[in-house]
């Protein structure tokens, strides 16, 4: 925003500049009418100066912030996924960038990375749910039982847990075969790829969806994390936790989801990149915790492990 409003201000002063110039070409200006114009380019002159220092003491404080947690974060982290396979997914349009820093974050903790997927817009769309029910019907092995509610995300999702993780009833095989479906179908990429399965996994969400699907997308994007959180330790990392359809909002606002689910509601930074892997131990550990800025968060980061 401050960015936008810098340029706003720059490109204003100099039609201003312009349009002077173009008038004293044309016509004689009285001394009045000249002097308010110049005193007008000279303010939006000095308001163009203090939103470049306040675009630098931000990108200051941003690069500040990055320099603590990457100081802190070797020994913070050391070893406390040690023996642990994390899998990291990514949905609702997540920002790479936040992705890439969480999995910069999870280097830090001795944690085999096991694979990286990014779930597109396309999975969560409500107009898909017939297909993702009908390759359901057609991949689920004979051993596992996805809700059957022709519910294409949720059963999606439910099968999906069930052969990502390695409690689940799902073998490595029925896991790669829905995998290179959805793929075909345009409704996963294959960031990393997938090793053995997770004992844990790490959902990085973006900001809630808007628009006419907006209420069924966002739902979707919750079904995802609810059915993941139902078949082993979740922790769901959103840059923010405010706006209609936050799925971190509603994991708080559902006492059942909170108590199997933890949230940060600042992954857009290192802080919350930071607490997002500081949370994947805890929650091993049978904890759900909270964290980050935004209402419901009960602390910035989790007590060192």
């Known amino acids: 925003m401050i960015n936008f409003r810098y340029h706003l201000v720059s490109v204003t002063a100099v039609f201003l500049a312009l349009a002077i110039g173009l008038v004293l070409g044309t016509t004689a200006l009285n001394g009045p009418t000249l002097e308010v114009m110049s005193d007008q380019v000279a303010t939006l002159r000095d308001d163009n100066a203090t939103l470049r220092d306040q675009v630098l003491e931000l990108e200051t404080a941003a690069a500040n912030e990055q320099e603590f947690a990457d100081a802190v974060a070797p020994a913070t982290l050391n070893a406390t996924l040690e023996d642990q396979n994390i899998l990291v997914l990514s949905v609702s349009a997540a920002d790479q960038a936040h992705v890439a820093g969480v999995v910069n974050m999870l280097g830090y903790s001795g944690a085999a990375n096991v694979g990286q997927l990014t779930f597109t817009d396309n999975f969560v769309e409500p107009g898909n749910s017939d297909i993702l029910v009908d390759l359901v019907a057609d991949l689920t092995p004979t051993d596992i039982e ?160």
């Open 146 to 305: 996805p809700p059957n509610n022709n519910d294409g995300v949720e059963s999606a999702s439910a099968l999906l847990a069930a052969t990502l993780f390695s409690e689940g009833p799902g073998t490595a095989d029925d896991r790669d075969a829905l995998i290179k479906a959805l793929v075909e179908l345009q409704m996963v990429t294959v960031d990393e790829k997938l090793g053995e399965q997770a004992t844990a996994v790490i959902i990085v969400t973006g900001k809630p969806y808007s628009g006419t699907e907006a209420s069924g997308q966002n739902a979707n994007v919750l079904m995802f994390v609810d059915q993941f959180g139902q078949h082993g330790p979740v922790v769901c990392a959103a840059p923010t936790g405010a706006g209609d359809g936050n799925v971190v909002s509603a994991i708080l606002g559902d006492a059942e989801l909170a108590e199997s689910i933890s949230t940060v509601d600042n992954a857009a930074g290192p802080e919350g990149q930071l607490a997002t892997v500081m949370a994947v131990p805890e929650r091993i550990g049978g904890t759900a915790g909270h964290y980050g800025t935004g209402e419901g968060a009960t602390a910035l980061v989790p007590e060192p492990s």
